[in-house]
């Protein structure tokens, strides 16, 4: 094995590791996308539900304290009315509004009032006092006043209070008391960490921070969230309402963590996310790869040079090392497979090195055999015809034709026994690869054969013929066997064609004729050593011509067969590596 066990960490990880690891990190991106997403929604959630809760209190609270407020503005509107009869200051008709002056003048310090007005019971304004009083009109109609007073002019919004009073012989009159909801009011009644705002139909009249609060213009006051500022609007909960009059709470909500420690303590938790899972999963899904590949490294290396190594020995040790899981369970499979293989291919290359001496042996005794008997054979032709000699013409006629029966056996033995040696040469023969030119093997089989050609007129025609690389001998014997039977075995003048065709990167090739053909039942047997389709008398051979020929291609690694049909001539087709 070529690789060291270090070598190939990155191959033994392989495909199997590099998905285990993505779908790892799939995985943990889904995960912590998920849980990312919905921790967000819960902390968003419970802020939200936090926040509004605070502000739903802070509204309770602003409820309870605006309740006290009128009851005390409502208290005091009494007691200075009944302050003013107790002390008979109205019921003197002269001096009365003087005496009422001095007094609001000398209660001014502890009055909530900003104007206190005085009228008959028919509305007629009698008394006017305080700021912008002159302002209000002379007649008051059934009711005017009572709860609120709004100066567009001056973007004044009063609480206004109404109280019968005595003037004694004047009788029954009606004190208002206005009660001005200013900034200060605002500034004194709001609670730590709330801004107060008053609307009236939508425009600020006064705020908490004073004229400072009426830059702001909560617009989009009504429980609306922004830049951590939330606002809730609602009418004063008082009788006698006006329902364009609204007070706007804005709270600062501070939310419990900052952006900046959310992200660090979430890539927190991913660090350790990552690195639990990795201790859990990713360390045994790689593991897992490992042996994997090391079952791989080891088959395929096994495959590659069929023979058990040290690396391999220790790939399988690799995959088997932890406890007896299937892996462990494969990798003894495959080690028992391997030791099957080693020991078939070794029985299989006993017998094959057995089989090749056997083969040798054979070929051997073919041709010493065949070389043997030319020699008794040559004998008996040379002594037949030397009995014929000596016996001059007195040699009786059955007897002359017996000797020329016997003449005739050994001269066929002869041919068969040659034809024998050069098949049993072509099979044993070493090759001599080099590179022949076709063309030249051709014109030697040609001129080999020229008496033949020409004894039967043959006409034979050729492609050009390429180069390719093979023994030039077996190759011309090769040709010859097969234009010799083309002009053998044609009853008329022989057309014969030599052609060539380059298919799939090898030269095909072959020797056509229009002979007599074959039957294509028979195709394949002719091949066969001393098979013949014919008898001797009609056409001469020994049937084993074509057994040669396949030698020789199969020899060069190519393949022959022939494709004919009876009566149509035949076509021997053969190829040859390019
Ligand atoms: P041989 O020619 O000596 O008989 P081969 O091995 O060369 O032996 O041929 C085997 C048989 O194949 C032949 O007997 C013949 O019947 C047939 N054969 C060979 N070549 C041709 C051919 N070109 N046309 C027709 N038949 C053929």
């Not at 791989?296 to 406890?323: D, K, N």
């Not at 054969?449 to 014997?477: F, H, Y």
Request: neutral net charge; proline residues 3%.
């Amino acid at each position: 094995m070529s690789d060291s066990p270090g070598k190939n960490r990155g191959g033994e990880f392989g495909s199997l590791g590099r998905q285990a690891s993505m779908r790892l990190v799939l995985a943990l991106s889904v995960a912590l996308a998920l849980a990312g997403a919905t921790a967000f929604w819960f902390y968003q959630a419970a802020f939200e539900k936090t926040a509004a809760q605070k502000l739903n209190d802070t509204v309770q609270h602003y409820a309870t304290r605006i309740g006290q407020l009128e009851e005390e503005w409502e208290g005091e509107a009494l007691r200075l009315k009944t302050r003013l009869e107790y002390s008979r200051l109205l019921e003197e008709r002269e001096q009365r509004w003087v005496k009422l002056n001095s007094y609001l003048i000398a209660q001014s310090g502890s009055r909530i009032f900003s104007s206190v007005l005085v009228a008959s019971r028919q509305g007629e304004v009698l008394y006017r006092y305080g700021v912008n009083a002159d302002k209000l009109p002379g007649v008051i109609h059934q009711e005017g006043y009572v709860g609120w007073h709004h100066d567009p002019a001056r973007a004044a919004l009063y609480r206004v209070y109404r109280q019968p009073v005595w003037l004694g012989k004047d009788g029954m009159a009606w004190l208002y008391l206005f009660r001005p909801l200013d900034n200060a009011l605002l500034y004194a009644n709001s609670f730590p960490g709330t801004r107060l705002y008053l609307t009236h139909d939508g425009m600020l009249l006064s705020s908490s921070l004073g004229n400072d609060g009426r830059a702001v213009r909560p617009a989009h006051a009504g429980a609306v969230y922004h830049d951590n500022q939330r606002y809730e609007q609602f009418p004063l909960p008082w009788g006698k309402n006006d329902p364009q009059v609204r007070l706007v709470i804005q709270q600062q909500v501070d939310r419990p963590f900052s952006l900046q420690e959310v992200v660090y303590s979430g890539a927190l938790v991913v660090l350790l996310l990552s690195v639990f899972l990795w201790l859990v999963l990713g360390r045994w899904l790689t593991t897992v790869a490992r042996r994997v590949g090391a079952l791989r490294r080891a088959a395929q290396t096994f495959s590659g040079e069929r023979t058990v190594t040290p690396c391999m020995t220790q790939a399988i040790g690799e995959a088997r090392a932890v406890g007896t899981d299937e892996l462990s369970a494969l990798a003894d499979t495959l080690s028992s497979l391997i030791e099957a293989v080693v020991r078939g291919d070794r029985e299989l290359g006993e017998q094959m090195v057995k089989l090749k001496q056997l083969n040798a042996e054979l070929n051997e005794f073919t041709y010493i055999t065949s070389h043997d008997l030319q020699e008794p054979l040559r004998k008996l032709m040379i002594f037949s015809e030397w009995l014929v000699r000596d016996m001059g013409g007195s040699l009786p006629e059955a007897a002359a034709k017996d000797v020329a029966f016997i003449s005739e056996a050994a001269a066929r033995m002869r041919r068969l026994v040659e034809d024998l040696l050069v098949l049993s040469r072509a099979g044993n023969r070493e090759l001599q690869r080099e590179r022949v030119s076709l063309k030249k093997v051709t014109d030697a089989a040609f001129e080999n054969l020229a008496l033949r050609i020409e004894e039967k007129n043959a006409v034979i025609s050729r492609d050009p013929l390429p180069e390719v690389s093979g023994d030039a001998t077996l190759l011309t014997q090769l040709y010859q066997n097969l234009i010799s039977n083309a002009l053998k075995y044609c009853d008329g003048v022989p057309h014969i064609h030599i052609g060539v065709e380059r298919k799939n990167g090898e030269w095909l090739l072959g020797v056509r004729d229009d002979g007599i053909g074959i039957n294509p039942e028979y195709a394949e047997q002719i091949f066969q050593p001393f098979k013949r389709l014919h008898v001797r008398e009609k056409y001469e051979g020994t049937g084993i011509g074509l057994a040669i020929c396949r030698k020789v291609v199969e020899r060069h690694g190519g393949k022959i067969w022939v494709e004919s049909g009876e009566g149509a001539g035949a076509y021997f087709r053969f190829t040859l590596p390019g």
